[in-house]
């Protein structure tokens, strides 16, 4: 694949794939060299992670989501993809959290650079939703499609195989339909598939992005789609839509940042923000790294790796003499500024999908929307 994907294949190609054969497309994958990764359930999540067959999926689960909550219960139906996000996202594998980007040993009184024979897996990602396929595409821009090229995130992007779904369900803190990110899959995907659960049928109904992802379908047992399941799958990401549990009122959201540095708001989330970076951390967009140098006991032995990081900490912003951020209520502001305004700068877009992760993982429930939707109404109020 290569990013960002382009539709080769018309977007009127529906055809229907009945549960029972999910597994044949997985093994598929596989025999093309693929290493499939999709939600499973693991320690009372939905996570991404190896999937060997359809038994690792969280059939019959959902998650019932709110600010500050996540629980995952039962369904009565079987269905595969019945939950809406968990706490990963896709950046894991294109980004992960910790690289090696070099090692070294002594060599009398210097240093040689040790050769890695990269093993870098061609990823098959199981079950992708629209707000994600968003984020990997905004991250596309930063690391791929600027002047400077991450070369690790090319190498592992470039081959991704991507199997979407749409959404059937709305979670109680998603707000997609709001940043137009979803429910319904657009762009960016091999397959797409509309999950269709009820008393009588289980089945997918499935739409080609690619012709490699064409070619792969072809290899399965499937049907052409009619007009009836047309609607169905329209009818399901419709009703998705109409569920949203928050939206966010995006009108000139860049130059209502930009004007309200001092606004009283950013003093009331910053008595509630423990600035835990839980926010950053599930975020599918933010793309904060460090780096650090390390080496054995002997000093024989050196290697620079880098992590994960976040504008919430404090030493993120550290220059000599100290953090240029020092206080809760800087580095909130420095991360919803950046997210729904410089963003847009840099970038040509918002850094926010709308997926609702930030909210749900908060510890302290702090609402994106909500912070947004309370800066406007006090300025509304001043003028009347």
Not at 8 to 37: A, M, P, R, W
Not at 229 to 253: E, F, L, P, V, W
């Amino acid at each position: 694949m290569t990013p960002i994907k382009e539709q080769s294949v018309q977007s009127q190609d529906l055809f229907v794939l009945e549960h029972e054969y999910f597994q044949k497309l997985l093994d598929v994958l596989v025999n093309l060299g693929y290493q499939t990764i999709g939600p499973t359930v693991k320690e009372g999540t939905v996570v991404y992670d190896r999937l060997i067959s359809v038994f690792d999926l969280p059939t019959g689960w959902t998650d019932v989501q709110n600010s500050g909550t996540y629980r995952l219960t039962k369904n009565n139906d079987k269905a595969f993809f019945g939950y809406v996000t968990g706490p990963h996202s896709w950046k894991k594998y294109l980004l992960p959290p910790i690289s090696l980007l070099w090692k070294a040993k002594r060599n009398g009184n210097n240093f040689q650079i040790l050769s890695e024979n990269k093993n870098i897996p061609k990823y098959a990602f199981i079950g992708v939703r629209s707000c994600d396929i968003h984020a990997i595409s905004i991250q596309d821009k930063v690391f791929i499609n600027g002047q400077y090229i991450d070369t690790n995130y090319k190498e592992i992007r470039k081959d991704a195989f991507i199997l979407a779904v749409n959404c059937g369900k709305a979670g109680g803190t998603c707000f997609c339909a709001s940043m137009n990110t979803g429910p319904k899959v657009s762009f960016g995907f091999d397959l797409a598939m509309t999950e269709v659960v009820n008393n009588d049928s289980h089945h997918f109904i499935v739409e080609t992005g690619t012709e490699l992802g064409l070619e792969i379908l072809l290899q399965t047992p499937h049907r052409k789609a009619n007009e009836n399941d047309k609607y169905t799958a329209d009818t399901i990401i419709n009703n998705t839509a109409s569920q949203m549990g928050r939206t966010m009122d995006t009108t000139g959201i860049k130059d209502l940042l930009y004007s309200n540095y001092e606004h009283p708001q950013w003093d009331d989330v910053a008595k509630r923000c423990l600035t835990c970076a839980n926010c950053t951390m599930v975020c599918p967009t933010c793309f904060c790294t460090t780096v650090e140098d390390v080496t054995d006991l002997t000093g024989e032995y050196a290697e620079r790796v880098r992590k994960w990081d976040s504008c919430f900490t404090r030493d993120f912003s550290y220059i000599h003499g100290g953090s240029v951020r020092s206080t809760s209520k800087s580095r909130y502001r420095q991360w919803i500024t950046h997210k729904l305004a410089t963003w847009i700068d840099q970038f040509g877009t918002s850094g926010c999908v709308g997926c609702g992760r930030c909210i749900t993982w908060c510890p302290v429930a702090i609402d994106i929307t909500e912070e947004i939707h309370s800066i406007r109404k006090t300025l509304s109020a001043d003028k009347l």
